[in-house]
Nanobody, 114 residues
């Protein structure tokens, strides 16, 4: 199983970005996927997850601004980020759990700054 991330970069406060996580080796429709982020000097934390049945959960810091979604046909998981704030600056990671195993994307930097 491999996860390859794309998207991210530098954006001004209030702007939007979309992160993508292309998964090979496991159908995303069958497993839970999540997006995490790790700010400098802080732990990696879960910010959004999507179950195999499509139910989604977004943590408080991003709820109402970020949306996790999934393209089952393309086997891609997305994170749409709107109304970005400087405190959203972090390295973002996608993760998939397949049985007892977990797999991570390579991480992508998101910087929110004017």
């Amino acid at each position: 199983v491999q996860l390859v991330q794309s998207g991210g970069g530098l954006v001004q406060p209030g702007g939007s970005l979309r992160l993508s996580c292309a998964v090979t080796g496991a159908p995303v429709s069958l497993y839970w996927q999540g997006w995490y982020r790790q700010a400098p000097g802080k732990e990696r934390v879960l910010i959004a997850g999507i179950r195999s049945d499509g139910q989604r959960n977004h943590e408080d810091p991003v709820r109402g601004r970020f949306t996790i979604s999934r393209d089952d046909g393309g086997n891609v998981v997305y994170l749409q980020m709107n109304k970005l704030k400087p405190e959203d600056t972090a390295v973002y990671y996608c993760r998939i759990v397949v049985g007892n195993l977990e797999y991570w994307g390579q991480g992508t930097q998101v910087t929110v700054s004017s």
